[in-house]
């Protein structure tokens, strides 16, 4: 599934640069970012990352489409692509983590929170992708191979909700700095969104997934997958404006 993976892939890389420009404050300031970089700006950094990953999944599409396909070529330029797709939900985490002003951000643990966040999300839509592409008749996927990703989605999702309640614990244990973030992430503002996501998003797929004899249901794997996707939307909601409220 290498080739509908990418081309999901190519297609988020590309909503994500859009989204950075919104960040940037106008297409213009493009140019700025190139006359005068500032390289110790996690906003650089996110530029300079979605761009290499981008080429790296075009490169990928060609080698893998084209007529003069190569294996091997295919084969180094995956290597390639695996390390720098963590490094774009790493220093995009990094934009949030490392705003000291922010308590709802400023945290070591925001790497690997966005890193397992867009391995459950994209295995989520890849498997949504994939099916669709079954039911269509455009790509035959076989229905062994979509159990085992659903089942590798299940330990994405259990490795997420241990990431997640690590935070969560770290700002509740009395007398730790976050218990006003807290508060206003449980019972607050922004509750709503969050116990969206750790109900929807973690708990009912993993309850779902964990079983084996639902991983070969595709209807429970869709359904599962459209929560794990809508969960991680609504994770990404109360962090961002969690922080903004205190």
Known sequence: VALPAVCVSTVCICCAGLLVILDLGGVARIFNLII??????????DICVISCYLVINLVYLYFMTSKRANPHAVSIISRFALPIA??????????????????GWYSAIMAP??????????LALLLLSLMGLNKSGRF???KKLLSNLAGLLATCIAIDGFLVGCEVLTMAY?????????????????????WFEIVVGILIPFCILVFA?????????????VCVVAGVFFKRVWLLFTAFVH
């Open 36 to 45: 005068s970089p500032n390289f110790i700006s996690p906003l650089f950094w």
């Open 86 to 103: 963590i490094l774009v939900h790493s220093v995009t985490a990094w934009i949030f983590g490392l705003e000291m002003a922010r308590e």
């Open 113 to 122: 929170l966005f890193v397992v966040s867009a391995m459950d999300s994209g």
């Open 140 to 142: 035959k996927t076989d």
């Open 174 to 194: 009395p007398g730790a700095a976050g218990a006003e973030t807290l508060a206003i992430m449980a019972t607050g503002a922004t509750a709503p969104y969050f």
């Open 213 to 225: 004899k639902n991983r070969v249901r595709m209807g429970l794997v869709a359904v599962a997958s």
